[in-house]
């Protein structure tokens, strides 16, 4: 089963940038889904980036300010992330969907905040 371990949170002040990265264990190549989440405190978790085939779809709260591309071993995700806002506050989790069974990073915490 493939494992993922991201990488690259913490705190920024609003305006700036931060580079997410989640290394797996070994290749997605035959992944239907590649995907980044977030969580915010209190509220639901909620799908930042998703990723099939070549089509990549945003959440409308991080279109035009995130974007999400992976290695071309296609053994790591990254989410670069940019114009940071408060609101962007969350533990951050990849996800990549596979058979026999999806893989999850178990978060990272990124905060945003003067």
């Known amino acids: 089963q493939v494992q993922l371990v991201e990488s690259g949170g913490g705190s920024v002040q609003p305006g700036g940038s931060l580079r997410l990265s989640c290394v797996a264990s ?8 590649l995907s980044w989440f977030r969580r915010i405190p209190g509220k639901q978790r909620e799908l930042v980036a998703v990723a099939s085939g070549t089509t990549v779809n945003y959440g409308e709260s991080v279109k035009g300010r995130f974007t999400m591309s992976t290695s071309d071993a296609k053994d790591a995700l990254y989410l670069q992330m940019n114009d940071l806002k408060p609101e962007d506050t969350a533990d951050y989790i990849c996800h990549v969907g596979i058979s026999p069974a999806d893989a999850w990073g178990r978060g990272i915490r990124v905060t945003v905040s003067s």
């Open 26 to 33: 070994e290749s997605f190549q035959s992944a239907y889904a």
